[in-house]
């Protein structure tokens, strides 16, 4: 089973991903520290020398060999949903959004210097166009604001096991 985790940064996706992989026994890949590893430099090193439109595609290469490879639980970058030809991979995973409110993905980012997105004057206007996008590609929504990531995992198993077997994307 492919599980790929969406949402906005600060949705808890990296520590979500770690408890799931380890529920289910099965790898935890960030995509974006995989890129970062693969290009040698950080995100936001891509960000500035390359361009966002330049990221994105590296990132939709990521995303797509992941969802094409082996059972892991894979953490996607907030705006990796963006790309439609992402969008069309996702379609063959299990995506789980994990829903964050703006207020508490800024609050849980707020001081991190390695988001890049932080800097963009437009940044509520991202998250409100992103939203019905992680809706779209998603089989299943969980709420995180104010809870702890145990539970929000706990959720996101229940609700991986009620969605119908042999189906390849949940759907």
Known sequence: MV?????????????????LASRLGLPFVDSD????????RAIRDIFTTEGEPWFRQLE??????????????IAVGGGAV?????????????????????DEAMARVRTDKFRPMLAR???AEVYQRRLPVYEDV????????????TA????????LSRLPVGSADGR
Do not use: C, N, W
């Not at 929504?141 to 702890?148: A, E, K, Q, S």
């Not at 929000?152 to 609700?159: E, F, K, N, P, S």
């Open 121 to 123: 004057p437009d940044l």
């Open 3 to 19: 599980v790929v985790l969406v949402g906005f940064m600060g949705a808890g996706k990296t520590t979500v991903g770690h408890i």
């Open 82 to 102: 963006e790309h439609q030809r992402t969008q069309a991979v996702l379609r063959d995973a299990r995506v789980v959004y994990l829903r964050v409110s703006y």
């Open 138 to 149: 998603s089989v299943l929504t969980v709420d995180t604001d104010g809870r702890p990531f």
């Open 33 to 40: 520290v995989l890129i970062e590893q693969r290009e040698g």
């Open 152 to 159: 929000i995992a706990r959720d996101v198993l229940a609700g």
């Open 60 to 73: 939709h290469d990521t995303v797509a060999g992941l969802v094409r490879g082996r059972e892991a639980v």
